[in-house]
């Protein structure tokens, strides 16, 4: 198979690939990557990616990793299979582009630490650091009031179609609307809809499914 | 219509600066103050509503968040100036790795040892030596991973100068000015000749003699 995707199912990063994939409906090898047991430190991962981190995408001779530059290439590459994830608009293209910034720069450093906090820590038998939980959702709280006036004006983040702007919150925030926090989200109302709709897309669900088995 | 640049002081900003400097693309500045809190005035939360630096207005245009500013300046002005994406298709993807690189391995450690090696008294808090020695460790196992990379490619994307290679000047000029840390870059021998390659262009040079860094 041409596409080969070297990841771990409960990886948030690995799950942005696999969930534009699926937008993409394009079909890939899944080569699993166990975390637990340190396989990102063989030599052989080394070669893939010297940062030992997941996911690693090979397409054909191409090989690329970062999780959102995996998804923009799938995306521009791909533009013409499955679902548009991004637009040949310019300007347009900016917007969307801003919104994976903030998503990466503002929403994913708040969210992805208190995701580690109330959700992964006790799985892995370790405590909740209930004072940088409480920090981490002043935060998180005051990122959300701007999604919220955005998504106001905006049905999606990026704009009036579900983007990658949109994608790649998906892992962090199925995590967080299993926890205690879920809150911060369904108090917002248009950050709630938003929630609910991406969420609910078969392409996310098709994710999900992979990770319970 | 010239390009307006808010808060060209400021280390983003200077991402944007550089950008259209290399793509010859003609901006004025508006400066922000944000030790005064200007940048959370209802005027300048309009153009960018987390009030951070920089955001820019092309006409009626607005676009913040500057890794999202560049690629539109980057793609739009594609034929002018220095080509920041690599020559043919192929290599595209791989200035979009090392951009991303930047954003979430480079630039992480390197904003918390900045804050705390010089930003601490602006911004009220104590230094923390921990902290400092464990974001040096950090920042020094990514740039080992860019030592390896640049003994065999000239630049981070390949054998051209990408954006990837400029979004770190902004941010990079502190560990040799101000943090104390310059042995970071110098006992490294592929990224300290990089660095010089980079940090010594023209564009650089001119952010650097128009707007100088705060500090």
Known sequence: MAIKVHGYPFSGATQRVLATLAEKELEYEFVNIDLRTGQQKTEAFLKLNPFRQVPVLEDGDLTLFESRAITQYLAHTYADKGTPLITSDPKKMAILSVWTEVEGQRFDPQASKLGYEIVIKPMLGQTTDEAIVAQLEGKLAEVLDVYEARLAQSKYLGGDSFTLADLHHLPVINYLMGSKIKSLFDERPHVSAWCADILGRPSWKKVVALMKH | ?215
């Open chain 2, 1 to 215: 219509m010239v390009v307006k640049v808010y808060g060209p002081e400021y280390a983003s900003s200077k991402r944007v600066i550089v950008t259209l400097i290399e793509k010859e693309i003609e901006f004025e500045v508006v400066d922000v103050d944000a030790f005064k809190g200007e940048n959370k005035s209802l005027d300048y939360l309009k153009l960018q509503p987390f009030g951070l630096l920089p955001a820019i207005q092309d006409g009626d245009y607005t676009l913040f968040e500057s890794r999202a500013i560049i690629r539109y300046y980057a793609e739009k002005y594609k034929s002018r100036g220095t080509e920041l994406f690599g020559k043919c298709y192929l290599l595209f993807p791989f200035h979009q790795q090392w951009l991303e690189v930047e954003a979430h391995n480079f630039n992480p450690p390197l904003n918390t040892l900045v804050i705390h090696t010089i930003f601490s008294s602006k911004l009220g808090i104590t230094p923390d030596q921990k902290v400092i020695q464990e974001n040096e460790v950090k920042l020094g196992k990514v740039l080992d991973i860019y030592e390896e990379r640049l003994s065999t490619n000239k630049y981070l994307a390949g054998d051209f100068f990408s954006l990837a290679d400029l979004s770190h000047l902004q941010l990079g000029h502190y560990l040799l000015n101000g943090a104390g840390k310059e042995y970071m870059i110098r006992d490294r021998k592929h990224v300290s000749a990089w660095w010089d390659v980079i940090s010594n262009r023209p564009s650089w040079k001119k952010v650097l003699q128009l707007f100088p860094y705060l500090n």
